[in-house]
Nanobody, 111 residues
Framework: QVQLVESGGGLVQAGGSLRLSCIDS????????LGWYRQAPGKQREWVAI???????NYRDSVKGRFTISRDNAKNTVYLQMNSVKPEDAGVYYC?????WGKGTLVTVSS
């Protein structure tokens, strides 16, 4: 059974940093792209960043230059380093691999 478990969310001041982690218990971690999504209250879930099996990355425009997605295949973990956080970055952040989703971790930004 695939299980994605996010952690690292919390309260951060605007301009601050936070690192999210997602542990993937699936056995095919290494051969899949992994992504981070987020959902703010009252809004649709949106894609934030993705990292391929080979480590290629892509980001939504609003987080480029501030967020960094990375993966540690030995630990079956994907990370999202969030720097220069803005109030509009607040929301529940979800880890995704294919059709599998974690339950999310909440990021709250104080201005």
């Amino acid at each position: 059974q695939v299980q994605l478990v996010e952690s690292g969310g919390g309260l951060v001041q605007a301009g601050g940093s936070l690192r999210l982690s997602c542990i993937d218990s699936g056995t095919i971690f290494r051969i899949n792209a992994l992504g981070w999504y987020r959902q703010a209250p009252g809004k649709q879930r949106e894609w934030v960043a993705i990292i391929t099996m080979r480590g290629n990355t892509n980001y939504r425009d609003s987080v480029k230059g501030r967020f960094t997605i990375s993966r540690d295949n030995a630990k079956n973990t994907v990370y999202l380093q969030m720097n220069s956080v803005k109030p509009e970055d607040a929301g529940v952040y979800y880890c995704n691999r294919g059709s599998a989703w974690g339950k999310g971790t909440l990021v709250t930004v104080s201005s």
